[in-house]
């Protein structure tokens, strides 16, 4: 995934798609991080 890091601007912006890559997920209420439960089928 490209990433681009800035001097200037001081809020951190992840896509879905990276998140989903890294097994990661926002929880909606906290705004933090988490890991990602896998459902295999």
């Not at 951190?12 to 990602?36: A, H, N, S």
């Amino acid at each position: 995934m490209p990433v681009i890091i800035s001097d200037i601007i001081d809020k951190v912006l992840i896509g879905v798609t990276t998140l989903e890559i890294l097994g990661l997920q926002v929880d909606p209420i906290t705004g933090e991080l988490k890991e990602w439960t896998w459902l295999l089928y």
